[in-house]
């Protein structure tokens, strides 16, 4: 079903599972990297998952196999950053800490509007923390696992997008 795209060794992971394993922190940052290929169509990844997990690590990734040169930062006080000198522009959410589901509501739609003038890629970290259904995006939960390594599952995706990572 899915087109497979190359993923270092130290990433395992079976598309029919839609989920990965992930050995260290390093080998989430090359799952970005080849995961941004993979979303080359997709407009909104929401990353899902508890404090440490791994979701800017993911993002660091992502901003690797964009060519992005800054170093790329949690926004968690932030909580936006734009990486626009890549071969795609970045918008990089972080709604931790807000509590208040309208005010990040109103973060969404400001950040997604210069996401889709710039046809960025935008990424949300926390997005439960919205109280509104974003369907055309493709959902990622990451879970720290006690060896160090991480689980990164494919929740959801768009229809159009039928490209994932594959262990090689």
Partial sequence: MFDQISVPRTIQGNSNESSWIL???DATIQFGECLVKALSNTQILLLDGPLGAGKTSLVKGLGIGLCISEPITSPT??????YL??????IHLDLYRLG???????????????ANN?????????????KIEINDACKMQIQYLPNGGRKIQ???????DNRLCTSE
């Fill in 23 to 25: 050995n260290n922190h």
């Fill in 154 to 160: 494919l929740l959801s995706f768009k229809k159009d």
């Fill in 85 to 90: 000198m890549g071969e795609r522009a970045l």
């Fill in 77 to 82: 006080f932030a909580l936006a950053h734009h």
């Fill in 100 to 114: 208040n589901p309208i005010a990040a509501n109103e973060l969404f739609f400001q950040e997604e509007e210069i």
């Fill in 118 to 130: 710039l046809n960025g890629l935008m990424v949300i970290e926390w997005p439960s923390r919205l």
